[in-house]
Each structure stands twice: as C-alpha cells, then as structure tokens.
C-alpha cells in the first residue's frame, strides 16, 4: 500500500485527490495546504475539467499547512505537488531530497533554470520524478498518437489545436493571473498542446507565434505555427479570453493523407476518425481519463515494471523551452528556433 500527500488542495489537488482514492494500492494519508478553511473551501466546485467536483472524505487524513512539517511526520512513499506553479521546484526538490516519489503537475516549472534543479534532484535522490502532462496520457490522444505512427492513414499533413477557456477565476489568491506566478495563459493552458506537439512530431526547428495583450499587459491568447522541415502545417490556439459562457473548449483535426482524426470535448462524440474512404467511427480507447492514467503510470514504474517512456523529464523541460520560444517569437515579430 502506498501513502500518499497531496501538497496544495485546489482544483487539481482534488483531482489527484480523486485519482488516488480511486485505487486499491494507495491510500491519501495527508494533504498540505496553506488554506485554514481547506475543508470549507472544498466543498466549492471550481476548475475548468470536470472530475474535481466530488465530496472529500477528510477521516483518516492529517492536514498540515507547511510542507516540511508533513514530510517529516508522515512517512510518505509518493506526493502530488499541485501546488500553484511558481512553487513546483522548491516543493519538488524539497520532498525529492527526503525520499519520496513525485508526480508534480505542469508546467514543470516557471523558468529552465528551476527544471533542470528539479531534474538534478531526482537523479541525486533516486526517486521518480514524473510532470503531470496529462494530455499525453488522455486516452482519446494517446489513441491519436498511435494512429498516426501506425501509419495506415499514411502521412500526416497537418494538425491544429485548439485549447479555450474564460478566464480562469477559481485560483488561490488569483495567482494565475499573476505572469510572474503561472507564466500566463502560454505556459498554464497552452502548454499542454505544445507538449503534445511535441510528443506527436518531435521538437519543431522553430516557432511561429502571434498574441493577443489582455487587460493586465500579458497574453490572453496565443496562436502558434510549429515548423517542420518536411512542410507539415501545425498550429495551436490557446487562450483565456473567452466570454464566460463559452465554456472548455479542447479540440484536435490531425489530417492524415487517407484520414481525418478529429477530437473536440464540445461534440458528441468527441472522437472520431473520418477515413477518406469509409464512414467516420469512433476507436475504441482505454478506460480512465488523463489524469486517472498518469497516476496508474507512476505506481506501475514505481513498482519496477519498464515501461515505454510516455513522459520524460527532458520533454517537460523541453516544452518549457518550446514555449519560451513562442513567447520570444511574439516579442519579436519573427521565427524563433528551438535550441
Ligand atoms: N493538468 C491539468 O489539466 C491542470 C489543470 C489545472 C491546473 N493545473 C496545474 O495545477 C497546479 C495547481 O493549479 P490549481 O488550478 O489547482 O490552483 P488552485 O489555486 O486551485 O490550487 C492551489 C492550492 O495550493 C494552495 N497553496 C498555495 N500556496 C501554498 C503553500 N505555500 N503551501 C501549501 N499550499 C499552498 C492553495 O491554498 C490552493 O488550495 C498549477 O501548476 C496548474 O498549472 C493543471
């Protein structure tokens, strides 16, 4: 049985909450939050996914407000860091160095700097470092993934990404609104499709980025054109500007030369694979979702078995870098290789 700390319980901690609760092996002995009313505030729906919204069961678990304190007095075999983004390093390394296990929630960090600090901490401590890039693990773009390095639709010629959402208002003292606190809407949001980007083609040459200013001076939306040698046409929209009765929007078109892949959360169903020759039909995908996948994951290495790499450390540092990129892209007006 492992035991299990979740470190800052907002939306995401509930959601790691609920992915951990959902298994037999583990079982949540402590939560960290600096929050007093923690409890209280928990019965508050929030977030932009759907999954973080179910009662806590808080019997059984010790609530510290400071992270030393829990790793000291818990002996802890794994923890979810969700914490707010500009605190990942110091968390991670700080939990790393006392032997626990670490599933740390995107982006990995604010700055390369920090991820390379977090990677050298898990390499000194011999325990599992592994960042929540979900996407890679969401079973509908998992099965994408496959079916495009199957190659039976032959050559893939272009794919767009779309990720939309209001602004996101949910956040402990409104941190993601602070640039110097999330990185703003590119590295919060947008992230996740460059790392899928990322995951399905390989590191671009260069970017191409576009971006529109919001109220507070930084990004409320994003459009980038990921360069490929071969002339493949890749982009990806993200913002946090939309009115807010708009919704979640995360959306795919992968086209295929025999074959159009489609994913969009706001249809039903939200998959399907369009052949040029044939009816469009939905794939069979593997139960669970993202988050419930990427946890499953990290227990399955942490209990020894070898596993193909869906997720590395240097690819999480590696979108860091390929969003670092995009944002000096709009600074400049030009295309921005990736180093
Ligand atoms: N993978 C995804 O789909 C996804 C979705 C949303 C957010 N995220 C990421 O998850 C992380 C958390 O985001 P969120 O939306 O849950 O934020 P949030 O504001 O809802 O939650 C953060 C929690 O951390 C607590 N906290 C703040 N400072 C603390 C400290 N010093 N010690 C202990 N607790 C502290 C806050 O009280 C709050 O409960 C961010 O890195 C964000 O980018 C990932």
């Given amino acids: 049985m492992l035991n299990i700390g979740v470190v800052g319980f907002g939306f995401m901690g509930r959601m ?95 700055h390369v700097p920090e991820c390379e600090r977090m990677i050298a901490a898990a390499k000194d401590s011999g325990k599992i470092l592994q960042i929540g890039h979900c996407l890679r693990f969401w079973p509908e773009w998992a099965v994408a993934r496959q079916i495009v390095a199957d190659g039976k639709y032959g050559k893939l010629l272009a794919a767009s990404f779309r990720r939309l959402s209001a602004p996101p ?101 939200a998959f399907k694979v369009c052949p040029v020759d044939g009816d469009a039909f939905t794939p069979e995908v593997p139960s669970g979702d993202g988050y419930i996948r990427q946890i499953d994951h990290l227990v399955r290495l942490i209990n020894g078995e070898s596993l193909p790499p869906v997720t590395t450390l240097e690819q999480s540092l590696n979108s860091i870098k390929i969003v670092e990129a995009e944002k000096e892209s709009i600074r400049t007006g030009g295309i921005v290789s990736i180093k």
């Avoid at 037999?24 to 505030?41: G, H, M």
């Avoid at 919204?53 to 923890?79: C, H, R, T, W």
Wanted: hydrophobic fraction near 40%; glycine fraction near 8%.
């Fill in 16 to 110: 790691h909450y609920r992915c951990w609760k959902g298994r037999d092996d583990a079982k949540i002995v402590a939560i960290c939050d600096i929050n007093e009313n923690v409890v209280e505030d928990s019965k508050k729906a929030v977030g932009n996914v759907a999954g973080a919204e179910e009662a806590i069961d808080f019997s059984g678990i010790n609530i510290y407000p400071d992270l030393g304190k829990m790793l000291a007095q818990e002996k802890l075999d794994v923890v979810s860091i969700t914490l707010p983004t500009f605190l990942h390093a110091d968390s991670t390394v700080q939990a790393l160095e006392t032997g626990v296990h670490v599933l740390c929630e995107k982006p990995m960090s604010l």
């Fill in 169 to 269: 208002t949910w956040s402990h003292e409104n941190w993601l609104m602070n640039q110097q606190r999330s990185g703003g809407v590119e590295l919060d949001l947008h992230i996740h499709d460059s790392d899928y980007v990322q995951y399905l083609l390989g590191t671009p040459r260069a970017v191409c980025s576009f971006g529109a200013k919001g109220a507070g001076g930084g990004l409320a939306h994003i459009v980038t054109q990921y360069l490929y040698d071969d002339n493949m046409v890749i982009t990806a929209e993200g913002g946090w500007a939309m009115a807010p009765s708009f919704g979640f929007e995360m959306s795919m078109n992968i086209i295929l030369e025999k074959a159009t892949i489609v994913y969009d959360c706001t249809r039903d169903p």
